[in-house]
């Protein structure tokens, strides 16, 4: 199973910016698929996550800005971030939950990373 994410940038504060996440291989359930974050000399945090049913939870700090969906059939997931700030900056990394054959435990599976600079 592999995640493959794209779509950071350079965005100035107040724009926006559209991740977007891609599960690909041997995947028989794709369970919870999220976003975390990342930035220098911070630890990791979850931005949001989203469950197969499409129930949704955000971090505190990117409520009523971000905006997390999935395309169950497609395995994808996307984040869509609106009026960005400067404490936005970050690598973004999408994070799964995906048992990848009948029988086979869930296992968690991570993105590579895709940098977010919110810069003026």
């Known amino acids: 199973v592999q995640l493959q994410a794209s779509g950071g940038g350079l965005v100035q504060p107040g724009g926006s910016l559209r991740l977007s996440c891609t599960a690909s291989?041997?995947?028989?359930?794709?369970?919870?698929m999220g976003w975390y974050r990342q930035a220098p000399g911070k630890q990791r945090e979850l931005v949001a996550r989203i469950t197969s049913g499409g129930s949704t939870h955000y971090g505190d700090s990117v409520k009523g800005r971000f905006t997390i969906s999935r395309d169950n059939a497609k395995n994808t997931v996307d984040l869509q971030m609106n009026a960005l700030k400067p404490e936005d900056t970050a690598v973004y990394y999408c994070?799964?939950?995906?048992?990848?054959?009948?029988?086979?435990?869930?296992?968690?599976?991570w993105g590579q990373g895709t940098q977010v600079t919110v810069s003026s």
């Open positions: 291989g041997s995947i028989f359930s794709n369970n919870v």
């Open positions: 994070n799964a939950d995906i048992v990848p054959a009948p029988g086979l435990y869930e296992n968690n599976y």
